[in-house]
Nanobody
Framework: QVQLVESGGGLVQAGGSLRLSCAAS????????MGWFRQAPGKERDIVAI????????YYADSVKGRFTISRDNAKNTVYLRMNSLKAEDTAVYYC??????????????WGQGTQVTVSS
């Protein structure tokens, strides 16, 4: 049974930082591309960042470039999202996803339950 469990969300003031974690189990983690998505109230779920198996390739949405960093620790089966200089518009539920392909749409194989990030202005 595959499980992706996010943690690290919370309430932070604008300009602050958070680090999200996603612990994976039940899948060959090193073989999966990992991504972070977010969904704000009333909006679609959008890609935030992606990292491939060996960290050689990453992708960032334009809205987070230069502020967010995705990384992974294959020994710990964990993917991280470091978020700096947070803005009110970053407020959303953040989801971790695992897939076999590097893709920008939401057709990923496995999803976490999400963690809320709220940025107060």
């Amino acid at each position: 049974q595959v499980q992706l469990v996010e943690s690290g969300g919370g309430l932070v003031q604008a300009g602050g930082s958070l680090r999200l974690s996603c612990a994976a189990s039940g899948l060959p983690f090193r073989s999966y591309v990992m991504g972070w998505f977010r969904q704000a109230p009333g909006k679609e779920r959008d890609i935030v960042a992606i990292v491939n198996w060996g960290l050689a390739d990453t992708y960032y949405a334009d809205s987070v470039k230069g502020r967010f960093t995705i990384s992974r620790d294959n020994a710990k089966n964990t993917v991280y999202l470091r978020m700096n200089s947070l803005k009110a518009e970053d407020t959303a539920v953040y989801y971790c996803a695992a897939g076999k392909r590097f893709r920008l749409d939401s057709q990923w194989d496995f999803w976490g339950q999400g963690t809320q990030v709220t940025v107060s202005s």
